[in-house]
């Protein structure tokens, strides 16, 4: 198994990063969350999860290793296989997942694209013992670190990253200002990459 991979980012995609390792790139499929860290030509260390098919091996990347282990233990559900388990991770942080576990909280789970009613009742049931009590003491269901006022500067310095030209970073904050503005707390930088990057996608 690959524990984790470390270097120099070679690439950026909307979902996938390319991270330099004794001279091979490694492609590496990560959350908007995690991918907004991340810089060309900068250091990096991803905790990693190997998944194999038939047809493929697919390495996942993360911040920390506590999102790999949720990922990894959400896979344990059944009918939740890797994109639906990133997707749970890219919607809300470890801790938020384990809250919603272990409170019975339905709406937390059907916020993730892909879980209905059904399945979210499903993974309640099937998820309870295996995730574990949350880690932390906060409320918040956000993924990632909060982001203050700040959010702007980092949200427009992760499009750069991406490849994007000043112009299409400048108009995808722009669209996604308001959704900022009207959140509840401090604005994820994670989710507002999620939905900069769904602006751009639809601009193209």
Known sequence: MIAFVSGPVAALAPDSAVVEVGGIGIAVQCSPNT????RMGQQT???TSLVVREDSLTLYGFADDDERGTFELLQTASG?????AQAMLATHSPDALRRAIATGDEKTLTAVPGIGKRGAQKLLLELKDRL???????TGTGIGAPVSTG?????HAA????GYATREADEAVSAVAPQAEAAEGTPQVGQLLKAALQ??????
């Open 35 to 38: 991918l907004s860290g991340l």
């Open 45 to 47: 260390k991803l905790a």
């Open 80 to 84: 939740v296989g890797p994109r639906l």
């Open 132 to 138: 574990g009590e949350p880690l932390g003491t906060g």
């Open 151 to 155: 959010w702007r500067d980092q949200l």
């Open 159 to 162: 499009l750069i990253g991406l």
């Open 199 to 204: 602006t751009l996608n639809r601009a193209r």
